[in-house]
């Protein structure tokens, strides 16, 4: 299972190869705000560094990189640069020097250093079979060691296959040596994740284990999901890649591998702005969310397309940061019951064997369902809306609250909208205060997003820590279960039920939304632990069914009940 990651990672990832300088990262910080765009890492690819030397910087471009990360994190945001296990082939390079002083690379069949071309040209690879290699490693993320590096400095490790371009299959040969007389062929696909286990040694021993790594991989085996998110690859900005993005995450996820996703707009090529539009809306949904792209094309920062498309990312954005306390809670719940956030519908719905092949939509938990459009030029699209084994599950449109009935429909999709629908009996947290990153949310109000299943009831649950630190595995965390009853046709009550945690969270549920009421109210009241019962506002719209209460302003540390009287 993987451990719960900071809050930050589960916002979005802005790259490219590369941010040119520290100019560049300033004003792409910047762009952010000024499109009030929400965006919590920036992030640096191989030209940062001095000669694709790892764990240095380019003076000239980059002169001051412990200033530049600081800027960064005044604005509430996080950088992450690259850091690959080729190592160039440079007596001057106090990396190479070491691991060559200490035998810490792979080797030939007669001894020598196995050696490859990769990035920096001439390269030897580590070999993390070798005790050494991995103490060696871990030292080299310590701060004093690390120039530019602090807690707000994160780790990507990318072509950790090996990728060894002069390989014969593009890799380090089979016959290559490690540790202990080990052939390659026999740990290849485990040298990713033994090079990503190395890295997470690292950034936990840099704060003595008190903060949450967050790693990036591109390779993995099985126990990678326990020290790094991954990435499916280099994928192109065409149609094709947006729409196998869907089942490559979902696969991943079901095998073990939750913190997963695709480069958003493709690697490579230039994605037109209607491919970049629907690509933003259907990676929203997905849990790793990055955009990121190659050297060689055009730059892709929301702000340079058109008004129309750069309106659709925003609200691709906001819809994601609106959502982080219910994607928050269910990486939580998945570090406990390995249960993915992003499912496949057959994982929810077993015995429905009309939706084992379905793979342009997806569950986010168990109470989402999306189904972005991934086809070009379309505008309208065929839902699947499972009606459960006793056929009485009802959906919900997510933007407007009203129910959706029959089980196959077909749903208008312009380009500024994605079809997702919340499902009967579920409540939904969000933050609805959306600021230019979830650092900066984190302590925000609650609106709850309550759905009424076919009985008139409906559940859920949130969690929330400090976002940072370890501190939750000592019981620094809130959890506060939420239910809403229907107790006769004229009166339901919803209870929050604080059962887990000593965190003293200072959220607080600001509105509740009731989705499948059938009536207006007479009366709202709430009651909280030691204080006077209190009426609350209300609004109901009959169209919709929607019922809005307002301003309950309940602390998820204490228990409370609101009583809607009909």
């Not at 001095?50 to 990189?65: A, E, I, L, N, V």
């Not at 429905?352 to 369902?369: F, P, R, T």
């Not at 990153?437 to 400090?466: C, Q, W």
């Not at 003293?504 to 204080?531: C, F, H, L, M, Y």
Request: glycine share 8%; net charge negative.
């Amino acid at each position: 299972m993987t451990p719960l990651p900071p809050l930050f990672s589960i916002g979005y990832h802005q790259c490219r190869w590369n941010y040119n300088d520290e100019q560049d990262v300033a004003a792409v910080n910047k762009g952010f705000d000024d499109h009030d765009m929400p965006m919590d890492v920036i992030w640096l690819d191989i030209e940062h560094t001095d000669g694709k030397k790892y764990f240095t910087w380019d003076k000239h471009k980059f002169p001051t990189p412990n200033n530049m990360v600081d800027k960064v994190a005044a604005s509430g945001r996080k950088m992450v640069t690259i850091v690959d296990p080729h190592i160039k082939k440079d007596d001057g390079y106090y990396v190479y020097k070491d691991a060559k002083d200490k035998g810490l690379f792979v080797k030939r069949t007669d001894g020598s250093d196995f050696e490859g071309h990769c990035w920096p040209g001439s390269s030897e690879y580590l070999d993390f079979w070798h005790p050494d290699t991995r103490s060696y490693w871990k030292d080299q993320f310590a701060f004093d060691r690390y120039t530019g590096s602090s807690q707000n400095l994160f780790i990507w490790n990318d072509m950790n296959e090996p990728s060894v371009f002069s390989g014969p299959e593009v890799t380090m040969d089979k016959e290559s040596i490690h540790y202990g007389g080990i052939e390659h062929r026999e740990v290849h696909n485990m040298y990713g994740m033994m090079y990503t286990s190395a890295t997470f040694d690292g950034i936990m021993a840099r704060t003595n284990g008190k903060d949450r790594p967050f790693i990036l991989s591109r390779a993995g085996f099985i126990g990678t999901q326990r020290t790094a998110a991954i990435w499916t690859g280099d994928n192109t900005a065409d149609w094709g890649h947006l729409e196998m993005a869907a089942p490559m995450t979902l696969s991943l996820s079901i095998a073990g591998v939750p913190f997963v996703g695709a480069d958003v707009g493709g690697f490579f090529g230039n994605p037109d702005e209607q491919l970049l539009s629907r690509w933003y809306q259907a990676a929203a949904y997905q849990p790793f969310f990055r955009g990121h792209a190659h050297i060689d094309t055009r730059r892709r920062e929301p702000w340079l397309f058109s008004e129309q498309t750069k309106n659709v990312i925003r609200d691709a954005l906001r819809a994601r940061y609106a959502l982080l306390p219910y994607w928050y809670t269910l990486f939580q719940q998945h570090s406990e019951d390995g249960v993915p956030p992003m499912r496949p519908l057959f994982y929810e719905f077993e015995n429905d064997d009309s939706v084992l092949e379905e793979q342009k939509q997806w569950m986010v938990g168990s109470g989402l369902l999306a189904r972005p459009v991934v086809e070009k030029d379309t505008f309208n699209v065929q839902v699947k809306l499972p009606r459960g084994d006793q056929k009485d599950e009802r959906w919900f449109e997510w933007v407007s609250g009203v129910e959706k009935l029959g089980e196959t429909i077909y749903v208008d999709a312009p380009i500024a909208h994605t079809p997702v629908f919340q499902r009967g009996g579920s409540i939904i947290p969000t933050w609805q205060r959306i600021r230019r990153s979830a650092t900066l949310m984190k302590e925000d109000p609650i609106t709850l997003f309550v759905a009424l299943n076919s009985h008139g009831n409906a559940r859920g649950v949130i969690y929330l820590d400090d976002g940072q630190t370890h501190d939750y595995q000592s019981g620094q965390f809130v959890k506060t279960a939420f239910n809403f009853t229907t107790k006769s046709p004229k009166q339901a009550v919803l209870e929050g039920a604080h059962f887990g945690g000593q965190f003293a969270a200072k959220n607080w549920v600001e509105r509740v939304v009731v989705r499948g009421v059938q009536s207006s109210p007479k009366k709202v009241e709430i009651t909280r632990v030691s204080d006077p019962v209190q009426t609350l506002e209300f609004s109901y719209d009959h169209d919709s069914g929607v019922l809005v209460i307002r301003k309950p302003e309940a602390l998820l540390t204490l228990n409370f009940k609101i009583h809607i009287e009909f």
